[in-house]
């Protein structure tokens, strides 16, 4: 089969942050230093080795950016400042990008600017839409209840419907992702058991990132933190998006706390104010390898994430010391940010928290049926052997 | 002829003062028109010959750090204003060095030389001076070595300064050499010998020159002379000083892999063949006189004086060839290899020492065992000649070369010695395995890539792809690497690994080329004149480089250097007249001397 050649990959993924790679003299370094490197993906030079060659088709289907947490031991040791930590990262946009039908994510990840205007638009629309619905229909100094400002049903249909559609651009790009490196792209046959054998993994790497937490384990000082970090970050964003989705009545009756919903939602904020402050703090100071370099869009996200959960949980603290107004002035504030940060959800490296574990599955999928593949022409080599 | 001057940069200069070489340029004769293009400027052949045409010019000088990036679009320009193309002339001032504490004099000569029409190096002529029959080499290695015998075979005396207690620096510790397998010290011990023995060599070893003062052709060099304690004439080497020594440290010749005492002999065959006290180390010069001094007792020859001062020399030299060589990279510096922390990663020197006949193990590969030291009462990692053999062995090339992180350039011989290992141990231990990790294969030199073909043969595994790390798994180590060539990551155990490390100027390279005001480029090694026309020649006249110190080299191209610089050490000795400083050359001189050649 004629292998296509795109030579000018290497140069559009500088837009995605990756600009070193043509310096990679493959030495083979980053592969072996890299804790998750395996058998069948060997990894960060051998997605750098396509980038420099323009097989651009090879990159589409791989897995191996998946696999890959940003640890920097590869960048820290690189004898030529490639940079192959950058390089995983910026292809994991790029992958994101190509799995996203809309065109939306390549737009976002070239220019910043643009993402920045469409935020600003987004959120602009939300407060005059939501100031409109309040005034026609409620009073702003009342917080909750049928005359609310904002009633949390309509909030709740609302969430639905706007989750539906993240939902709906999610599962557009997943299926791309496995039609790419597992469905009609893929080149190896995949037997359907071994999906279900392996669902397992789906839900582990989901909840756990233990993948995040092998990074450290071979480096000489471990540190956690940045696995707490970016974990305590996600559980508390899934908690958050969990209970505002299905609970979000209870959260905004008051003024009593209610303990069974409003516990988690406390435990939820702290992860992600924590976990924002410590990856902003992060990349500011660029105190570890992956902040050294960062992304309009990394900066978008962390800075939105910190709003949100800091007007959240001001007009929680409001609409309880019974200041009303302020606490309907706030929550406009609050889904202001929030209905453009989870528009853009699919369009943007925050996608990887459901395609990340998407990947580890379909590649350990793959891994076995690799190695079925292989262990069978050995037995069949075997077998003509003694024939 | 009318001239247009032009300077366009390549990239930001912020030592230069561009607009002030402009100005001066500006006043040149005939000089129509200057001009400033800035940094990168984007060039039009059509509006440029728009300018030739307006300004009538017929000569255009393009000025600036790098002209010649600039010189087709100039020319293009000459053509379609239909004057001669020829006349487009190249002022570059990196190329003739405009740098340091002359840049701005320099720059303006260079413009001027090319507006007169002159190359710039027919116009800089330091002028010629008497010169003192006397050389003095810094450094007796190898270069330092053939430099030296072939001026005294030429019938000149030659001063020979030498930092350690015997001649032969880093030639001295090798087995073998490349790609050959001489005995190494079948070839540089005649020559040490003819070296000690000659009468128009004054050998200084435990030396160091600590000031020159004077100009090319006449310099006054002072010259540290330290203290030895041991009479050279009447020590017969019988080694009862030695035994009697009660200190012990690591051995600077053997690498740091066996020990010596405070009064020792480098090797064996030592040049000058004579104990010395090192004043460091010794009890009785720490404790001025309170302690020990056991050795001077035992002395049968009584030739051991340790009560000796340094003492300070000032020679009068013409010529002055620096080869003081180079030192290896410390290789605990890089973590991930575990060297200092697993005993069995050897750097290259102490693998050297290791294989080599007169090392401590008699030339025998061997890991290192635990021993009890007596004194300290602690377990030490020592080799010993009893101890077991490695069954596999791992060479790691490029050890912080070719590597930002350490040393960006290639040190140039580490490719041939690993293969030169590879082979021994293959030699001494046919039942081994030998594993090269190598990134590219730089086999370069006359019958190298031959030898390296020999290697594979010899059944040693190339492996195409650098090591990441060497760890310890159950007190077996481990090599974790890629094979590029395959395409697989690999682990595999290991029980000697031997480190490639790249090279560095050596010690004090620094404070010697500050001392004898010389440049040096950015990773450290002494510059040369002219990388290409004058390689052994330095800014200084008078001052010649000859191996290592100039930059990485192997033994074949040492010498060839060391035998060029003598060449022209005696060609300014014989015309009787030593070349002058190309940087004290004045602006007005040049400019005078840049008319003069234009009215020809």
């Known amino acids: 089969m004629a292998i296509r050649v795109n030579p000018k990959i290497i140069d559009d993924l500088e837009g995605y942050g990756a600009e070193d790679v043509h ?28 980038l420099q060659m323009g097989l651009e088709r090879k990159l589409e289907t791989s897995l191996e950016p998946w696999l890959c947490y940003y640890c920097g031991q590869c960048s820290d040791q690189c004898p030529r400042g490639a940079e192959p930590g950058e390089t995983m990262m910026s292809l994991r946009r790029w992958l994101i990008s190509r799995y996203d039908i809309t065109g939306i994510a390549r737009l976002f990840f070239k220019s910043t600017k643009v993402e920045l205007a469409a935020v600003i638009i987004v959120a602009l629309l939300t407060g005059i839409f939501f100031l409109g619905f309040g005034f026609w229909q409620g009073d702003i100094n009342v917080y909750d209840g049928s005359n609310a400002f904002l009633p949390s049903s309509f909030i709740h249909n609302f969430d639905l419907a706007l989750g539906f559609l993240v939902a709906l651009f999610i599962g557009l790009s997943a299926f791309r992702f496995w039609w790419f490196s597992m469905g009609g792209k893929s080149a190896v046959p995949i037997p359907w058991w071994l999906y ?39 559980l508390g964003y899934i908690t958050m998006l969990f209970i505002v989705m299905v609970f979000v009545k209870q959260l905004q009756a008051g003024p009593e706390i209610n303990w069974s919903v409003h516990v988690f939602g406390y435990l939820a904020s702290l992860g992600l104010l924590i976990g924002a402050v410590y990856m902003l703090c992060g990349r500011l100071k660029k105190n570890r390898t992956q902040y050294q370099r960062s992304h309009g869009s990394d900066w978008i996200f962390l800075v939105l994430l910190f709003i949100i959960a800091l007007t959240g949980v001001t007009q929680h603290i409001l609409h309880r010391s019974g200041l009303l107004l302020a ?30 574990p998407l990947g580890m599955y379909f590649s350990a999928v793959r891994n076995e049926a690799l190695a079925r593949q292989k262990s069978g022409i050995e037995t069949t080599v075997q077998a003509r052997k003694v024939a | 002829m009318r001239t247009g001057i032009f300077f366009c940069q390549v990239e930001e200069n912020n030592r230069l003062n561009v607009a002030a070489v402009a100005k001066y340029a500006a006043n040149l004769p005939n000089v129509e028109t200057v001009q400033e ?5 984007r060039l039009d052949a059509k509006d440029l010959a728009g300018l030739v045409h307006s300004g009538n010019l017929e000569r255009i000088v393009i000025a600036g750090d790098m002209p010649g990036y600039f010189k087709p679009v100039f020319t293009k320009a000459m053509a379609l204003a239909g004057h001669d193309p020829l006349e487009v002339r190249l002022a570059s001032f990196r190329e003739h060095g405009a740098s340091g504490s002359t840049t701005l004099e320099r720059a303006k000569a260079i413009v001027a030389c090319a507006a007169f029409g002159v190359p710039f190096a027919l116009a800089v002529v330091p002028g010629e001076k008497p010169v003192q029959p006397t050389t003095l080499i810094i450094g007796a290695g190898i270069a330092g070595i053939q430099a030296a015998l072939e001026i005294a075979d030429a019938g000149k005396p030659v001063c020979l300064v030498e930092r350690f207690g015997t001649i032969g620096g880093h030639m001295a510790m090798f087995d073998k050499t490349f790609p050959t397998l001489d005995c190494s010290a079948c070839i540089l011990t005649p020559k040490m010998v003819s070296v000690a023995q000659h009468e128009m060599i004054r050998l200084l070893t435990n030396s160091e020159v600590i000031a020159l003062s004077g100009s090319p052709g006449s310099y006054r060099v002072q010259i540290k002379c330290k203290a030895r304690m041991v009479d050279v004439d009447a020590c017969v080497a019988c080694n009862i000083c030695s035994e009697v020594c009660p200190v012990e440290v690591a051995s600077e010749f053997d690498a740091g892999i066996a020990r010596r005492k405070a ?11 004579a104990y010395l006290v090192d004043a460091e180390n010794c009890l009785y010069v720490q404790s001025a006189g309170k302690k020990c001094g056991a050795c001077v007792k035992k002395c049968p020859k009584e030739c051991i004086d340790l009560t000796q001062k340094d003492e300070i020399i000032e020679i009068e030299v013409g010529n002055i060839i620096i080869a003081t060589g180079y030192d290896v990279l410390r290789a605990d510096n890089i973590e991930h290899y575990g060297y200092g922390i697993l005993p069995n990663v050897l750097t290259a020197l102490e693998f050297e020492r290791l294989t080599n006949a007169s090392g401590p193990t008699g030339g025998k590969i061997v890991t290192k065992s635990l021993k009890l030291n007596k004194r300290t009462k602690l377990e030490e990692w020592v080799f010993d000649a009893n101890g077991p053999a490695p069954k596999s062995v791992a060479i790691i090339h490029c050890v912080g070369s070719r590597d930002q992180n350490y040393n960006s350039y290639c040190s140039r011989v580490c490719c041939m010695y690993s ?46 792809g650098r090591t990441a790390a060497i760890s310890e798994l159950n007190g077996q180590m481990m090599v974790t690497g890629e094979d590029i060539i395959q395409d697989k990551l690999i682990q595999f155990p290991v029980d000697m690994v031997l480190l490639a490390v790249g090279l560095i100027p050596a010690h004090g390279t620094e404070e010697l080329s500050r001392m004898l005001g010389l440049t040096r480029d950015e990773d450290g090694w002494f510059s040369e004149l002219n990388y290409n026309g004058r390689p052994t020649d330095t800014e200084k006249g008078c001052i010649y480089v000859a191996g290592m110190c100039q930059s990485p080299k192997d033994i074949p191209d040492a010498v060839a250097q060391a035998s060029a610089v003598a060449a022209g050490v005696l060609s300014s000795i014989s015309s009787g007249k030593g070349i002058g400083h190309r940087g004290s050359v004045t602006l007005s001189e040049i400019e005078a001397r840049a008319k003069s050649l234009q009215a020809k």
């Open chain 1, 23 to 50: 310096l990679c003299y493959h030495c083979g370094n980053c592969s072996a230093v890299c804790p998750h490197a395996d058998e069948f993906n060997v990894f960060p030079r051998r997605p750098m080795r396509y």
């Open chain 1, 196 to 234: 279900i054998k392996k669902v397992y993994l789906l839900p582990w790497h989901f909840f756990t990132q233990k993948r995040f937490a092998d990074c450290e384990k071979e480096t000489t000082r471990r540190i956690y933190l940045p696995w707490l970090a970016h974990l305590g970050l996600m």
């Open chain 1, 327 to 356: 606490a309907n002035i706030v929550y406009i504030v609050h889904l202001m940010v929030v209905v453009p940060w989870l528009l853009r959800m699919p369009f943007t490296k925050w996608a990887h928290m459901f395609l990340r």
């Open chain 2, 263 to 273: 009064v020792y002999i480098p090797f064996p065959q030592a040049v000058p063949n």
């Open chain 2, 419 to 464: 293969l030169k290992f590879a082979h021994l141990v293959k030699e001494k231990l046919p039942g081994a395995d030998c594993y090269e990790f190598y990134i590219d294969m730089r086999a370069f030199g006359k019958g190298y890539e031959e030898f390296f073909e020999r290697i594979k043969h010899e059944g040693t595994f190339v492996v195409r």
């Open chain 2, 37 to 41: 293009l800035g940094i990168q400027p």
